[in-house]
């Protein structure tokens, strides 16, 4: 799923198996046979089996969350890491998700930058032919690489699914961020230029261009933020404003200023 | 002032609730001409009409000059004009030059719809001198006054003895055979039927109101009763029962026959006719004797009669006698009768009602349709008319009436609005529509329940104007505009958008909504022209000031417009657009539309929703996802088992959306949809989203923001209710509780757990477990059998624990459906399974204390801890019986063998074999399977028995009950209670063939010669006894 271009992004390892791989070497070590054999409960279907050893790959290869010692596979990182569903996914942001090199990451990339283009696309199919058509890199994209990136696009939060489709707003994608990382730069509840914070984000974002006006997926998420109360957006006078992708009703299509509120990294 | 006259000048003269009061100012002022009259000849409508305007009208059917008789009925539906178009035709008629109407040759008679009833029309009468004849004349004037003094209750009466009395007299046996009749007759006059008659709204009061009340209700006449009037099962019944036999004989012929009712109804009616005679006190000659009198004397006089009609409905009960008076054509025998040219106002249902009155009597019938007023150009004159009448100086206007009221004289008036506003011409001059625009006149019309000019002009200018007066009269509390049929703006996001600025209130909120939906392009778009003029949605910002609504600053950026705009139209609000063709609306687009009005009925006016099951199902789509595409919430990612939230939101009875028409129970709820802005986006984005199958379509991404808003707002809340548990809590340890079912299940039913390895014991935990029936199961205590039939008894609850937990560990890929997919594949969540496993051995898999106080019935996730909460108490008291029963075992065998040891052990099995060869020598049949049972070596045996009491033993130690279970679940008691029984046995025959030997011996001590034999019987004999003394077989007691 995070291999270097070329990846086939196949569907067997979801976040829920990968997740649950890394929990299991987390509670002992064990050998590949040994995890296939408990993660199967001694049944071995081959189905399965193709399973696990996609989720052992990501885990192992792509994540580097877990890691072979004499043969037995362990827990590479902070036990913390894969706590919770939602310490694994930040996990990630933080660090795979920074990589420019993966397939992952291209179509990502490429998909936000479509905006709404990607509204009439009403098959992954379709989406995949015309990505790979527009992205030399990825002129061998296929369906089935597009259909296992839904899984992990939508877990990490880069949209939301609906039916064949995605609703690109990355409400969940920034909002790691910003719980994460973002105390690191920034005080929360503390208005700062947006300027300032775009530099910023966009360290902790490759695959958002911000060089402009935002994206419909990352303005999309700001705006959700918003309106829930986790950061304000708001326009100063004589500030430097940036402009979100602009959505016709939307009452904010810029801002001078952010202030993410310390609800946000609960 | 200048508001409080303007409403004053609408209220009192410009535009009153009868326009027939109007006075003649203000009528000729605001009189909108008609140019599309359909006209016929004679009383049918089979030939195609002619198209004239109310001038031809005039000169070709009201001028008479060659003295033709006519009947002329203007015909057309209620407020469509006909009252207007007639007293055109007679102002005209007044107004023409003697050549065409002169007084001395002709008498005008002009009856107005006031005072719509008998009683109004005789007065009319009477004070236009009409009744010539003195006796007549004293007459309906008695009457008029009676009405006027009459005690109501009284005439009521009066009025329903007048209908018994009908019906009791006819003999006509046209409906019913007069027998009959006077059964209805007593019918009519047991006391519960007169109370429901008399009552108010009921057929007697309708009777009343047609002959005395003014009523701007236009009444058919024949339909005094209703069905309603006799439908009324508790009121037969009491007839039935305690009627009198006449009146109970009628009402079981109507109890529960709705045709029979109906039929009572009809017949009645047709007396209304002659009762509002009889009540009137008028009969149909002298009815008739009036106008024919009248005829007669304009004759003599020289004169000839126009006689204008507003409404024919006032004529009840004298209609057909005016009818039969007014057709008369002069000359030949009637050459008494004076000409009559008479125009009748009428409505259709009227005129089809009466048509075999009518139809070879009228001469000519104009059809006032909807194609002579419901155009935009019709309309917006019209309103310029009104408005330019109400802005205008009132003796001004009533000067120029004075002068002959001349069109092209008509006075304009001096009103400013804030801003450049639409005008309309009239005549050569043009007059401001402010407050109106022509986009507003035509969407306010359109979105009239009722269609016609009157409901034009009494709900939208006057009920409009009335707000925007009183707006600029009290400054505060602004209604204006109003929007009664709830027209939505057609750029949805901005109608959201606006009902998100907190910043203006509730009512604001929608006053702007109405201005775009009804004045403007139906969006909030702000643009800044070239000269500075900012308008939003094509309307000036002027206007928004001037109506208190200046805080508004748009929706989105102002755009500034760049270019200039050819003839400065763009200065000027956009023209209304132009009709188009009906378009063909298919299913699918009519559907949309319904779901759209339905919603944002229910938003803006409270309304119930109507079609909720159906967003209750595009709630379930979003938030759980279809059979084969996950749900915007990755259930199984985000760690709750796709199992739980498939089963948790398939059901559609857990959406649950405020003011639902359907009746659901909103506690059970799991995901709830509030009345608000947000969530009303979020119905409307569901709805753009079904019909555009996708999420191509214009608005999109504003829809996809609202939905994704929505649904981040109410995530937490539906995640919470999904699965049991807080979301920053301890989840609902469902899974440890389906586990332990399936191990306390396994060990009730003695069935065997592989406990190699954990995940050979997880593999067994997820079995399907059966009980068999069969001899290792066999239970020595009532207890566990009673546990077991408690288990059997509750088998698709244990079964629903198990799938759970088989289900709620696999891995699931994409839609949470595939989780209930007995066929798909799928990796376990081992980590998870190894824990909990780990958690139940630590406390000896006894949770009961953990389990929740308080259980809710039928829950998922609930109905594993209530089992266990039922199944706890009973498996201690199995261990308690299962302890005492091993006891009692024990003593028992220990009173066979002594202290139960290996060597005590050997000893008594080697004394059941040696016991069994003397059996065999002496030729005594025991139990063969007791026998073979102790044929084997008893070192075996010893130590089988051995290893029960040792399981026994360590049982009694164990630290939980459900470890105890465990530990007599191998049923190593019952092994232990068959040695026993054994050995009773085995005493028992030993002790029998005992008392046969001792039997056999005394026989055999009297015979001779047979005293070697007898000495080794009696060896064997004595053996065998002290086997049985060693057994202590006399104490035994069975």
């Avoid at chain 1, 196949?10 to 064990?30: F, H």
């Avoid at chain 2, 100012?25 to 049918?44: D, I, K, N, W």
């Avoid at chain 2, 051995?946 to 026994?952: S, T, W």
Wanted: glycine share 6%.
């Amino acid at each position: 799923m995070f291999k270097t271009n070329p990846d086939g992004m196949r569907m067997e390892p979801t976040p829920e198996r990968v997740l649950s791989v890394c929990r299991l070497i987390a509670q002992k070590s064990m050998t590949h046979e040994e995890l296939r054999r408990a993660m199967t409960l001694g049944q071995n279907g081959d189905k399965e089996v193709d399973q696990i050893n996609k989720s052992i790959a990501v885990a192992l290869e792509e994540l580097n969350i877990v890691k072979t010692k004499d043969n037995q596979l362990e827990l590479a990182v902070d036990s913390q890491v894969i706590a919770s569903p939602v310490n694994f996914r930040r996990y990630i942001g933080n660090t795979v998700l920074l990589k420019k090199d993966t397939t992952f990451h291209l179509f990502t990339k490429w998909i936000i930058s479509k905006n709404e283009d990607i509204f009439p696309l009403k098959t992954w199919e379709t989406m995949a032919k015309i990505c790979g058509s527009e992205v030399p890199e990825l002129s061998s994209m296929s369906e089935n690489a597009a259909l296992g990136w839904r899984f992990w696009a939508s877990f990490l939060g880069f949209g939301y699914l609906s039916g064949t489709m995605i609703i690109p707003n990355m409400k969940i994608r920034i909002e790691d961020v910003l719980a994460t990382t973002f105390a690191d730069k920034f005080n929360y509840d503390e208005a700062i230029r947006a300027t300032d914070f775009i530099t910023w984000i966009s360290t902790k974002m490759p695959e958002v261009d911000m060089s402009g006006k935002l994206p419909l997926a990352f303005s999309a998420g700001l705006r959700t933020l918003h309106e829930l109360g986790l950061i304000k957006l708001e326009t100063w006078r004589d500030s430097n404003r940036i402009f979100l992708y602009s959505v016709d009703g939307d009452p904010i299509n810029d801002f001078s200023h952010i202030t993410v509120r310390k609800e946000v990294a609960k | 002032m200048r508001w409080e006259q303007y409403k004053s000048v609408m209220e009192r003269y410009a535009i009153k609730t009868d326009d027939m009061a109007t006075e003649d100012a203000y009528f000729m002022a605001t009189h909108m001409p008609f140019s599309q009259l359909a006209v016929y000849e004679g009383g049918r409508t089979q030939s195609a009409p002619k198209m004239f305007s109310e001038e031809e009208v005039f000169s070709r059917l009201i001028c008479n000059p060659e003295n033709d008789h006519r009947m002329i009925i203007v015909r057309g539906d209620n407020g469509t004009g006909k009252s207007h178009l007639i007293r055109f035709l007679k102002a005209k008629l007044e107004n023409s030059p003697a050549t065409v109407y002169n007084p001395a040759t002709e008498q005008l008679i002009f009856l107005r719809r006031l005072n719509n009833s008998v009683r109004g029309v005789f007065s009319q009468l009477i004070e236009q001198d009409v009744i010539k004849d003195p006796a007549v004349s004293q007459k309906i004037k008695k009457f008029i006054d009676s009405s006027d003094s009459k005690d109501e209750a009284a005439f009521l009466t009066d009025i329903l003895y007048s209908y018994i009395a009908a019906v009791s007299n006819d003999q006509t046996g046209d409906t019913y055979k007069p027998v009959i009749c006077r059964d209805i007759a007593s019918y009519l006059s047991d006391s519960r039927v007169k109370d429901h008659l008399l009552r108010e709204g009921g057929a007697i009061s309708r009777c009343y109101t047609v002959i005395t009340a003014p009523s701007n209700q236009v009444l058919k006449t024949t339909e005094v009763f209703t069905d309603e009037d006799f439908d009324v099962r508790k009121i037969i019944t009491a007839v039935i029962k305690q009627g009198d036999p006449q009146a109970s004989d009628f009402a079981s012929t109507i109890k529960g026959e709705k045709d029979e009712i109906h039929k009572l109804v009809n017949y009645l009616n047709r007396f209304t006719s002659e009762v509002v005679k009889r009540c009137a006190d008028i009969s149909s000659e002298s009815t008739k004797a009036v106008f024919e009198q009248l005829r007669k004397d304009l004759k003599k006089q020289g004169k000839n009669l126009t006689l204008f009609i507003e409404d024919f409905t006032g004529f009840t009960g004298i209609d057909s006698e005016l009818i039969t008076v007014l057709s008369t054509e002069h000359g030949g025998d009637y050459a008494d009768l004076c000409r009559v040219t008479s125009i009748i106002g009428i409505t259709n249902d009227y005129y089809d009602q009466f048509r075999d009155n009518f139809t070879d009597r009228v001469t000519h019938q104009i059809s006032v349709t909807d194609d002579s007023f419901g155009t935009a150009d019709f309309l917006t004159q019209m309103a310029g008319r009104y408005i330019n009448s109400i802005y205008c100086d009132p003796e001004i206007l009533r000067a120029w009436n004075t002068q002959g009221a001349n069109f092209e004289d008509l006075p304009i008036n001096t009103f400013t609005p804030p801003c450049e506003w639409d005008t309309v011409k009239i005549g050569s001059k043009e007059t401001t529509i402010y407050p109106f625009n022509k986009t507003s006149i035509v969407a306010l019309y359109e979105s009239l329940p009722v269609k016609s000019p009157r409901m034009f002009l009494k709900e939208v200018l006057r009920a409009q104007l009335k707000e925007y007066f009183d707006g600029k009269i009290y400054g505060d509390g602004w209604y204006f505009p109003m929007n009664p049929a709830n027209v939505q703006m057609s750029r949805d996001p901005h109608s959201s958008a606006i009902d998100r600025i907190e910043s203006l209130s509730l009512e604001d909120r929608s006053r702007l909504k109405a201005i775009f939906a009804l004045w403007g392009d139906g969006s909030a778009s702000g643009i800044k022209e070239k000269d500075g003029t900012i308008r939003f949605g094509g309307i000036n910002k002027k206007f928004f000031s001037d109506i208190g609504l200046d805080a508004f600053e748009g929706i989105g950026d102002l755009k500034i417009e760049t270019s200039t705009s050819a003839g400065g139209q763009s200065t000027k609000a956009k023209e209304p657009p132009k009709p188009e063709p009906p378009k063909r609306v298919d299913e699918a687009t009519k559907s949309y539309q319904k779901y759209k009005d339905d919603i944002n009925g229910w938003f803006t006016k409270n309304d119930p929703l109507k079609f909720d099951a159906d967003y209750r199902s595009w709630l379930r789509d979003l938030i759980k996802g279809a059979a084969t595409q996950g749900g915007a919430i990755n259930w199984q990612d985000i760690g709750i088992p796709a199992y739980i939230a498939e089963e948790r939101l398939a059901d559609l009875g857990v959406y649950f959306i405020t003011d639902q028409s359907t009746p659901l129970n909103e506690e059970k709820a799991i995901v709830l949809m509030d009345r608000s802005t947000l969530s009303r986006d979020a119905l409307l984005a569901l709805n753009e989203l079904k019909y555009a199958k996708g999420w191509d379509f214009e608005g999109a991404a504003y829809y996809q923001q609202r939905l994704v808003t929505w649904l981040e707002s109410e995530k937490d809340s539906i995640i919470e209710r999904v699965t049991a548990s807080k979301v920053d809590g301890p989840t609902l340890p469902v899974i440890e509780w389906c586990m332990t079912l399936q191990y306390l299940k396994a060990r009730i039913f003695g069935c065997k757990l592989d406990n190699t390895d954990n995940y050979s014991m997880l593999h067994s935990l997820m079995s399907d477990f059966t009980f068999k029936d069969d001899e290792k199961n066999k239970r020595e205590t009532k207890e566990w059998n009673d546990l077991i039939q408690f288990v059997q008894n509750r088998k698709s609850e244990f079964d629903s624990a198990r799938t759970l937990l088989c289900r709620s560990v696999a891995t699931t890929q994409g839609a949470v459906h595939y989780a209930v997919d007995t066929k798909s594949a799928s990796c376990i969540r081992t980590d998870e399974l190894l824990s909990i496993l780990e958690k139940l051995k630590d406390c000896k898999w006894d949770i009961e204390s953990e389990l929740p106080a308080n259980i809710p019935e039928k829950h998922l996730l609930y109905n594993q801890a209530a089992l266990l909460k039922k199944l706890y108490p009973s498996v201690s008291k199995v261990v308690l019986a299962e302890q005492e029963k091993s006891k009692e075992v024990t003593s028992k065998i220990e009173e066979y063998v002594g202290s139960i040891n290996e060597e005590n052990l050997l000893q008594t099995l080697n004394s059941i074999q040696t016991l069994f060869s003397v059996f065999a020598a002496n030729g005594i049949i025991g139990s063969n399977d007791i026998r073979t049972k102790y044929e084997a070596a008893p070192i075996d045996t010893a130590k089988r028995i051995l290893k029960c009491i040792e399981v026994l033993e360590k049982a009694d130690k164990q630290e939980s009950n459900a470890r105890k279970l465990a530990a007599y679940s191998g049923n190593a008691l019952h092994i232990l209670a068959d040695y026993l029984r054994d050995f009773q046995s085995i005493a028992r025959m030993a002790e029998k063939e005992e008392a046969t030997a001792k039997k056999e011996l005394a026989k055999i001590g009297g015979i001779d010669g047979i005293d070697e034999l007898s000495e080794a019987a009696l060896e064997t004999m004595k053996n065998l006894y002290e086997f049985v003394e060693a057994m202590e077989v006399s104490n035994v007691t069975e």
